[in-house]
């Protein structure tokens, strides 16, 4: 999907200059659910994701968890086919995180160098190959950056249970201290770069029709299982819409609707699919932009499932356009450093939600914490 070339450019490497250099770096850690960057990695990547409690909890899951990865195996392979053979949310991850940590070494050089990480939850990299290269790196100060803008605990909540598991296997000594980044669902950086892309859209469509055009903000759905335990996903994803919608004055109708459900179960609904179906039948209606909401770069929710799927199920396909992923966008990368620099300044090891959603969850979680001062904060001091 993209030249040799183009992954060299970015890849995890940073040069510093010589006033640093001999420092200990200080590690940015991308975490996201990631996908499979070829063809070949989707049924490892689908057993990893039917297999975590934190995010489908199934009946019987070890052996639920092989089945349907091996019955889904053959048509999302045929998913990633169409959409240049493989995700591309590893390169634009790389890709952000580096550019977050060339930021961050001019406006935080207390603090620099700083190394660029991702780690993946069901794809390469992998948490604990991530970890294993900071320990070789000799990062002693990392920032776990949850790439979910809002928090949920069978996502942002996840990866953190994860990476708690794979320290204690391979940093038992706690050489790396940890801080987390765990929400920032109206962050200024986020709201604007949306917005713009946004007005961008709504600017393809003739202009006597732009302010009827309808803004339908698509976020990936989540069970209600999880919902009812008192998740703060719908009210953080809720509350980045309507910050969205404050930045651009409320120049359109608009709704949040939700995606990419899976199985029988009852999921948070209305549904994407169903939505725009309804819509796009109204000759009232000239236009609808999508907007993916949830998600800080594309991958296969969004190129193939609301590109190709959505638009192949439409019977006026021209009407629907969907918004730009936020990928390269430097007002997006910027307020990512922002976010960044303010964390390391604050001096905080988490937000102050974090501690109420693992006392809400955490007891539906296997081998993690009890109490997120657990994993992250400094506990050379403890």
């Not at 204690?168 to 920032?184: A, M, N, V, Y």
């Not at 069970?223 to 953080?236: F, K, L, Q, T, W």
């Amino acid at each position: 999907m993209f030249s040799a070339t183009m992954r060299r450019s970015i890849g995890f490497g940073l040069r510093f200059n010589s006033t640093v250099s001999t420092r200990k770096p200080t590690g940015i850690v991308f975490m996201n659910m990631g996908g499979p960057s070829k063809v070949s990695e989707t049924y490892d990547f689908l057993l990893r994701l039917f297999s975590d409690k934190d995010l489908i909890p199934l009946p019987f899951q070890k052996y639920l968890a092989k089945y349907i990865a091996k019955r889904r195996t053959p048509s999302i392979e045929k998913n990633y086919e169409d959409i240049g053979g493989g995700s591309p949310i590893r390169y634009w991850s790389e890709y952000q995180c580096q550019r977050v940590c060339s930021i961050l070494d001019k406006t935080n050089p207390e603090s620099a160098p700083h190394k660029p990480y991702v780690a993946f939850r069901y794809a390469n990299p992998l948490t604990e190959d991530t970890l294993q290269q900071m320990l070789k790196d000799g990062v002693e100060r990392a920032v776990a950056f949850s790439q979910y803008p809002q928090f949920s605990y069978s996502t942002t909540g996840s990866s953190m249970n994860e990476l708690y598991r794979k320290t204690i296997e391979l940093d038992p000594k706690r050489s790396i201290q940890w801080s987390f980044i765990d929400r920032w669902p109206k962050h200024r950086g986020l709201v604007k770069a949306f917005s713009q892309h946004i007005e961008d859209k709504l600017a393809e469509f003739p202009e006597e029709d732009r302010k009827d055009i309808l803004l339908l903000f698509s976020a990936h759905s989540l069970p209600m299982d999880i919902v009812n335990r008192g998740d703060s996903y719908p009210a953080e994803v809720a509350a980045t819409v309507y910050a969205i919608m404050e930045n651009l004055g409320f120049s359109n109708k608009y709704r949040l609707v939700w995606q990419s459900q899976v199985g029988p179960k009852p999921w948070l609904g209305g549904q994407t699919a169903k939505i725009v179906e309804k819509l796009e039948k109204k000759d009232e209606v000239k236009g609808i932009v999508l907007i993916p909401v949830a998600f800080t770069s594309d991958h296969i929710e969004t190129l193939h499932e609301l590109d190709i799927e959505l638009k192949d199920e439409c019977e006026f396909p021209e009407k629907i356009k969907r918004a730009e992923s936020l990928n390269g966008n430097q007002e997006f990368i910027e307020g990512l450093a922002e976010l960044v620099q303010t964390h390391l300044k604050s001096g905080e090891p988490y937000s102050k939600q974090l501690e109420l959603d693992v006392l809400l969850a955490g007891e539906y979680a296997s081998d993690t914490f009890k109490h997120p001062s657990e994993l992250f904060g400094d506990h050379r001091k403890l």
